[in-house]
């Protein structure tokens, strides 16, 4: 997870979404950000200053792994969901590679979980990045942290991979921008 020597810094696509803005849902249907995905977690993510990210994700009931916590591969899907908007900044397509994961503190149910993260370094297809996920406030003690090593692919990975409905579906999307944020792509 360590960039290597060649790599360099991340450049924000100068078309990225302002300091700001939230990013919407890529994909309605994602169980991270989805807004019609109703068991999902939906995670809003917004674009910070440089190649960053704040986002928020509440813990529900749903959520739990242990009584009235929440389930440690719920907080890592969050954390992937937040490192994964990050490359929306960059413009470029990629998939989750490799995750890391410290579970410094339990998170209740009903706590927001609040995340930030940035793109660290760019080494040819690989994009490092980092997070951490705090309760009691954007300020408040570090309950989860991640490093991410996501590799850029090209739109094919997902049509030659995904199940045929859900491809012939999102493709078949009269909105054009929806069209294309299915796939991560610049529409
Ligand atoms: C607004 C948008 C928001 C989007 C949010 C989405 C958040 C969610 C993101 C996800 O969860 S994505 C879903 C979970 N991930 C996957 O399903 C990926 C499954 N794995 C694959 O499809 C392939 O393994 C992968 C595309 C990642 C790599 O296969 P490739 O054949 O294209 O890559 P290749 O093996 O040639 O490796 C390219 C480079 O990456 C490195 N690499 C690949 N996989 C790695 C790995 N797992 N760990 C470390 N390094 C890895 C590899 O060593 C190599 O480094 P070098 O260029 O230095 O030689």
């Known amino acids: 997870m360590t960039p290597p ?3 360099t810094a991340p450049v924000r696509h100068p078309d990225a979404p302002a300091p700001g803005e939230l990013l919407g849902a890529h994909y309605a249907h994602c169980f991270g950000c ?5 068991h999902g977690l939906m995670l809003q993510a917004r674009a910070a200053e440089g190649v960053a990210i704040t986002a928020e994700f509440t813990v529900k009931p749903e959520h739990q792994g242990a009584p009235g916590l929440a389930h440690g591969g719920v907080l890592a899907t969050a954390l992937d969901e937040t490192l994964g ?5 960059l413009r470029v ?3 989750t590679g490799r995750l890391e994961t410290d579970f410094v503190r339990p998170v ?6 609040h995340l ?3 793109v660290t370094a760019v ?4 994009i490092y990045s980092t997070a951490v996920g705090r309760i009691g406030g954007p300020d408040g003690e570090i309950a989860v942290r991640a490093d991410g090593l996501f590799i850029e692919v090209k739109v094919d990975h997902f049509i030659d991979n995904g199940r045929p409905e859900e491809i012939q579906a999102a493709m078949s ?13 610049n529409p």
């Open 116 to 118: 930030e993260a940035e």
């Open 123 to 126: 080494a040819g297809r690989k």
């Open 85 to 89: 908007s990050l490359n929306w900044l």
């Open 108 to 113: 209740p149910v009903d706590t927001v979980l």
């Open 5 to 7: 020597d060649d790599a």
């Open 34 to 38: 989805g807004d019609a995905q109703p």
């Open 93 to 95: 397509i990629a998939v």
């Open 173 to 185: 999307d009269p909105d054009q921008v929806r069209r294309a944020r299915a796939f991560e792509v």
